[in-house]
């Protein structure tokens, strides 16, 4: 991969489509078959020591702040250890209790945003352990951190993050799945992750199939003033990236929130004019969803919903394929980068420089 836009109208578009070969390339070498798990040569973490993680907390900002919620999800799901993420500049400012039991994860792209930085670098004045999910090799966050997992996405120029986001949530998967397999992680179930991380990048290439049917939807709804997404514990970071993605690159207002939380506030909204994107895995939660596309429809609500099925309640459906459920996010996003990329170029948008915003906040 290089900086040449290899014949695309924006780099957005290129790194969108990337995804299958930087998806391919984050797993490559690292998955051990004969253990059913993955082996990180920069982390620097002895078993012994990896055992004695009583707390994960991940620090980042922007969408390495949200690949890093989806990353939490993964660590306490596989690894079953008790894990959150933090906006590192709100970490910061908080005067935050450091705990010499928590493993300290920084997340970004470029490796350089500042309120990362500094938060890595007043861990570690407190004595912390802090691993670095970082893209950029030898950037600043990646030589800070006592160690950590390259993300491997390539040169991202477009300042709206895709690819290495998804790169990333992939990162967090192998270190749940190192972490899961140090400690209580069964390796049937680790053989299980293998196997979906392995479908991961043939169905992100069908996901990409549905470009023409989700640039149609873009058009349709790029006349909306504000959009509400919706979704659930693992659906929920993913709306919350998607609903940052569509804001920054289309400045449609869009506000992300728990389809749980509908009925304390959000659903006041709710009319014809205001649309809903809804993320609906086939998961223990799925009638829940569903109960909660029904309210929205009950007001006159359109409803884009992105699932494993077609969904009744909804105007349109774009049907991801399904992996096992703790990865599907990973894969319930990227209809929704297509959508936001759509939905800008239908508005006409500077899409790979968003006004007032830029790559990388290296200042405070
Ligand atoms: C800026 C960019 C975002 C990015 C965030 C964090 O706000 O516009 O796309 O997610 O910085 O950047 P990092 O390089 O640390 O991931």
Do not use: W
């Amino acid at each position: 991969e290089s900086y040449d836009m290899g014949g695309h109208d924006t780099y957005m578009h290129k790194e969108i489509v990337e995804q299958v070969e930087a998806v391919d390339r984050v797993l490559r070498g690292r998955i051990d078959d004969r253990f059913a798990t993955v082996r990180l040569g920069g982390l620097n973490l002895e078993p012994g020591e990896a055992r004695r993680v009583r707390r994960i907390k991940i620090l980042g900002c922007g969408t390495s702040y949200h690949a890093g919620q989806i990353g939490a999800q993964l660590i306490e799901e596989l690894a079953r250890i008790p894990a959150d993420a933090e906006p590192a500049s709100e970490f910061r400012y908080r005067d935050p209790v450091v705990d010499p039991d928590t493993l300290y994860v920084a997340v970004s792209q470029s490796g350089e945003t500042y309120d990362v930085l500094a938060a890595v670098q007043e861990l570690k004045r407190k004595g912390a352990r802090v691993l670095g999910v970082v893209n950029v090799v030898g950037s600043a966050i990646a030589r800070e951190a006592d160690g950590g997992v390259y993300v491997h996405a390539g040169p991202e120029v477009c300042v709206v993050s895709t690819k290495c986001f998804t790169n990333t949530v992939v990162a967090f998967a192998l270190l749940a799945l190192h972490l899961g397999r140090i400690r209580d992680l069964s390796v049937s179930d680790g053989r299980r992750i293998i196997e979906g991380l392995r479908r991961l990048p043939g169905q992100i290439d069908e996901i990409l199939k549905a470009e023409s049917e989700i640039k149609a939807l873009a058009k349709d709804f790029a006349t909306a003033r504000s959009m509400l997404f919706i979704g659930r514990v693992r659906g929920y970071p993913v709306a919350r990236e998607a609903s940052l993605k569509l804001k920054e690159v289309s400045y449609i207002h869009a506000e992300a929130y728990p389809a749980s939380e509908l009925k304390h506030g959000p659903l006041a909204l709710v009319e014809p004019s205001m649309p809903t994107v809804a993320i609906v895995p086939d998961d223990e939660l799925l009638e829940k969803n569903r109960a909660a596309l029904e309210e929205i429809k009950a007001r006159s609500g359109r409803i884009l919903a992105v699932a494993h099925q077609e969904q009744e309640k909804a105007d349109h459906t774009i049907v991801v394929p399904k992996n096992e459920h703790e990865l599907d996010p990973i894969l319930m996003g990227i209809p929704l980068q297509l959508f936001a990329y759509h939905t800008a170029l239908a508005l006409g948008r500077d899409i790979d420089k968003p006004r007032n915003l830029a790559k990388s906040v290296t200042v405070e």
